[in-house]
């Protein structure tokens, strides 16, 4: 199968230098295997979302040369195809209603045990997935062995929101699938997330992508950067200095070049997955500092 590669911000704010990584950390992913990409837009929460920022990520995407192949899929109305995933995972005894709140689960340290400690109320209940003893591995191309097991590390986990919304790790499976998703390239925060991904794609009878986690990108002051610093979103007028910031951030040695095309047209040509640097996170202001202003 050819190598179809994404893209999925959330739109809470600007597009900032981590994102830019991912993004383009995944376009080379793509372009190099001469494969799709295509960008998602992870619009769910509706509280967490800042109104335009979806349109624009989407312009200062393009402004770095990065437009999606295919139209832009918005899962804020993909609502029914992520009810049919939980209908088949209710219809398979996976998932299951819960209306414990999140004090009902401090004494299990937070962690949902296999069965539910409140009494079920059918008011607004959440559905949560059952994850019995499953232990998942997978080999991520950067982060190398990983394995988790899910009773102990993450518990029952809720892939459908008390207020009626689909929960994240549903329906991104449920994207992956739909879209035919190959590769997962996106950043290391989201490692964690992967086995219950796996789970999910297994319970669901969808294929497994591959996946490679980019290094977060750490701030100056060692903290993950957050879309909230908005005075470290890239600058969609100037995208020469930010570009070859993530080109180094990735390992590649960003070639000469007056354009956005250019760069990317040479970066692409010389494209060398294996630098790019196996880390879980790194620092990018002390080599980035002029592109992070
Ligand atoms: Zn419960």
């Keep these: 199968m050819s190598h179809r590669g ?21 376009w080379l992913s793509a372009r190099a295997a001469d494969g799709a990409w295509i960008v998602r837009m992870e619009d769910l929460d509706h509280e967490r979302e800042v109104p335009g920022a979806a349109d624009d990520i989407l312009r200062t995407l393009e402004a770095f040369g990065l437009a999606s192949d295919e139209p832009v899929m918005r899962q804020s109305q993909r609502t029914d ?22 004090s009902d689960l401090e004494p299990f340290g ?20 059952r994850v019995g003893n499953a232990r998942i591995a997978f ?5 190398g062995p990983q394995a988790q097991e899910l009773a102990t590390e993450v518990g029952d986990f809720v892939v459908w929101r008390s207020d009626g919304a689909c929960a994240y ?19 290391a925060d989201l490692l964690d997330s992967t086995p219950r991904q796996i789970l999910l794609q297994r319970m669901l ?47 590649q040695r960003p070639a000469p070049g007056d354009s ?4 990317l047209d040479r970066a692409l040509r010389a494209f060398d997955p294996r630098a790019i640097p196996r880390a879980h996170e790194l620092f990018a202001a002390a080599r980035n500092d002029s592109a992070l202003r």
């Excluded at 996946?211 to 100037?238: C, F, I, N, Q, T």
């Design 110 to 129: 937070g962690l949902h045990p296999a069965t539910c400690v409140a009494a079920p109320d059918a008011r607004h209940p959440a559905w949560r997935l």
């Design 6 to 26: 994404r893209f999925a911000p959330s739109p809470t704010g600007r597009l900032h230098f981590g994102s830019l990584v991912a993004a383009l950390g995944s």
């Design 205 to 251: 009878g969808y294929p497994q992508p591959r996946h490679a986690h980019l290094p977060l990108v750490l701030g100056a002051d060692g903290r993950k950067l957050s879309k909230h610093e908005a005075a470290l979103a890239v600058d969609a007028a100037d995208p020469l200095p930010a570009l070859r910031a993530a080109l180094r951030f990735l390992g």
């Design 169 to 187: 790790q549903l329906a991104v499976v449920v994207d992956d699938a739909a879209q035919r998703i190959t590769d997962v390239v996106r950043g």
């Design 139 to 143: 080999d991520d191309a950067l982060q």
């Design 81 to 102: 195809v992520y009810a049919e995933a939980l209908a088949l995972l209710e219809r398979n005894g996976h998932a299951y209603r819960c209306s414990c709140s999140r």
């Design 260 to 263: 956005v095309d250019a760069v």
